[in-house]
């Protein structure tokens, strides 16, 4: 008697023709690949058939999944996409259409649980970077030119929590602030640490209420006497803190550093007030990312490419790179986001959570 086996579709997959759930999908058949044999789904509702690689980097490419995630990861350790494509035997143009399909997914990682966190110190920083000309002025439709990475970084795991590309303006400090109070959980207000840079200290304010402080001298000493009673003072709540670390320097060498307090009480102790492990992945960033080394033929030549970069770079640091400071583990996983380091194929083929 055959026995016959029961396939359910995986829960993230969606009919792309009328957006039908997994729950509507039924085994149809099995095809070949050079990857081993793969699952073909027929819609419930409208009757097309989809492949189970539908929604993840992989669908409708012939090279081997190995060989896709080998050469995107060599380009993630430092390799330029000239020495990989000599090395892995592939044109330039199908290293950046990897790259390309891979930012999306990289994103819905991101998205999907970078979410809803709990930090008790934030590292604020911009990181320098160019596309196609060092001159160029940078704009929103601008191919070419000065580019800034923006980043946060949690300190107690070293997970970045937001990092995007952008023109050094006050608009990209306010967006970098938004962008990463949105991530953390409800009622998490963790100490804020950055450099001299004073863009973050309006944004950084609206995150909180703001207090009207009277002045309790004028009520105890000149109440019932002749003068205009001084105006109330408005601050933000107390309970935010922020510091900035001031770098004086006498050409290229830093010859002083102080640590100044922005926002919070008088008496806040100082101690919080440091971007060392930001500014140690900046120097890390630069060794394993080629669009960010100064002096190099390997520089990116538009924007666009730099933007997929930094989508997929961001996930892979925190989900896929061991942290020798975290003894072995990476950010994510001392965060407490995942239980194990993912491998490229699985930022790969994440579709996203199940409808």
């Known amino acids: 008697m055959a026995r016959h086996r029961i396939h359910f579709a995986p829960p993230s997959l969606r009919c792309p023709h009328c957006e039908g759930q997994a729950r509507h999908l039924f085994y149809h058949s099995t095809y070949r690949t050079r990857d081993g044999p793969r699952r073909l789904w027929q819609c419930g509702a409208c009757g097309r058939c989809l492949s189970e690689r539908r929604g993840t980097a992989f669908f409708n490419l012939k090279t081997a999944e190995v060989e896709v995630c080998r050469s995107l990861d060599a380009m993630l350790r430092g390799d330029t996409q000239t020495s990989t494509s000599e090395t892995r035997r592939h044109r330039r143009e199908t290293l950046r259409r990897w790259r390309r399909r891979a930012a999306p997914r990289a994103r819905a990682v991101d998205e999907e649980f970078i979410t809803d966190l709990t930090v008790t110190d934030l590292e604020l920083d911009e990181q320098w970077s160019f596309a196609g000309a060092k001159k160029a002025e940078f704009s929103e439709s601008a191919e070419r030119g000065e580019a800034w990475w923006h980043k946060a970084m949690a300190r107690e795991s070293r997970l970045i929590v937001e990092q995007f ?191």
């Open 165 to 355: 590309v952008s023109p050094r303006t006050t608009e990209a400090a306010e967006l970098l602030v938004n962008r990463s109070f949105d991530r953390l959980a409800a009622g998490c207000l963790p100490r804020i640490s950055s450099d001299g840079y004073d863009a973050y200290t309006r944004p950084l304010s609206e995150q909180v209420r703001a207090l009207t402080l009277y002045p309790l001298w004028w009520a105890l000493t000149r109440k019932g006497k002749p003068g205009r009673p001084p105006k109330p003072q408005t601050i933000p709540d107390p309970a935010l803190r922020y510091g900035q670390v001031e770098k004086t320097r006498e050409g290229r060498r830093v010859t002083k550093v102080e640590k100044r307090l922005v926002l919070g009480p008088p008496s806040t102790d100082l101690s919080f007030v440091s971007t060392s492990l930001l500014e140690r992945q900046n120097g890390t960033a630069r060794s394993r990312n080629r669009y960010l080394v100064r002096k190099t033929y390997g520089f990116a030549k538009l924007v666009t490419y730099m933007d997929d970069q930094c989508e997929v770079d961001k996930t892979f640091y925190n989900f896929c790179r061991k942290h020798r400071g975290l003894k072995g583990e990476t950010p994510a996983m001392r965060h407490g986001i995942t239980d194990h380091v993912w491998s490229v194929a699985e930022v790969l083929g994440y579709r996203g959570a199940a409808p």
